[in-house]
T-cell receptor
Framework: KQEVTQIPAALSVPEGENLVLNCSFT??????LQWFRQDPGKGLTSLLL?????REQTSGRLNASLDKSSGRSTLYIAASQPGDSATYLC???????????FGKGITLSVRP | DAGITQSPRHKVTETGTPVTLRCHQT?????MYWYRQDPGHGLRLIHY???????DKGEVSDGYSVSRSKTEDFLLTLESATSSQTSVYFC????????????FGEGSRLTVL
């Protein structure tokens, strides 16, 4: 059974810092991995999706990488801003028609 | 924006009453999902649908039923609500194409007293 772990559960950094959020999964046979952002009281917003054949995806200040062999993905946020404060979740899809397995998320606080 | 609307957004009800949450989508997506989100448990799949009248159970389906009589609507019903079903419920759809990207609604906060 696929398990997805995100450690630490919470992180606080000063504004302007470059940071990396980690996501680990137990089964390397995945179809894709998706990163989400969730603001308090809101739904999940899709940030980046990496297919199993890809190594990374970029969107603005965000870069997500995937290393299937080690069961890891990282979300890199460049020049963090207070507006980046939110909970970031990763989710793994084992197969094309499989259901997603979610991590519990990392709550990020960026201090002005 | 995947055109997902959940209703109601907030509901308070009493133990033993029936509750129905509605998810409406405007883009003809085939796959729709209902999740619940609770502190310490994260997101857990309740039920999902892969077409009109085609539904299946997720990992926490006990106490819940679903129906999908039209492509655009996916209903989640709690036949007799319990306090353990107090949660935030999210509807999601799988986008078109082969990526399998998931898009979520804004959530429905349910409190069962």
């Amino acid at each position: 059974k696929q398990e997805v772990t995100q450690i630490p559960a919470a992180l606080s950094v000063p504004e302007g810092e470059n940071l990396v959020l980690n996501c680990s999964f137990t089964d390397s046979a995945i179809y894709n991995l998706q990163w989400f952002r969730q603001d308090p009281g809101k739904g999940l917003t899709s940030l980046l999706l990496i297919q199993s054949s890809q190594r990374e995806q970029t969107s603005g200040r965000l870069n997500a990488s995937l290393d299937k062999s080690s069961g890891r993905s990282t979300l890199y946020i460049a020049a963090s801003q207070p507006g980046d404060s939110a909970t970031y979740l990763c989710a793994v899809r084992p197969g094309a028609n499989s259901k997603l397995t979610f991590g519990k998320g990392i709550t990020l606080s960026v201090r002005p | 924006d995947a055109g997902i609307t959940q209703s109601p957004r907030h509901k308070v009800t009493e133990t033993g009453t029936p509750v129905t949450l509605r998810c409406h989508q405007t883009e003809n997506h085939r796959y729709m999902y209902w999740y619940r989100q609770d502190p310490g448990h994260g997101l857990r799949l309740i039920h999902y649908s892969y077409g009109v009248k085609d539904t299946d159970k997720g990992e926490v389906s006990d106490g819940y039923s679903v129906s999908r009589s039209k492509t655009e609507d996916f209903l989640l019903t709690l036949e007799s609500a319990t306090s353990s079903q107090t949660s935030v419920y999210f509807c999601a759809i799988k986008g078109q194409g082969n990526t399998g990207e998931l898009f979520f609604g804004e959530g429905s906060r349910l409190t069962v007293l």
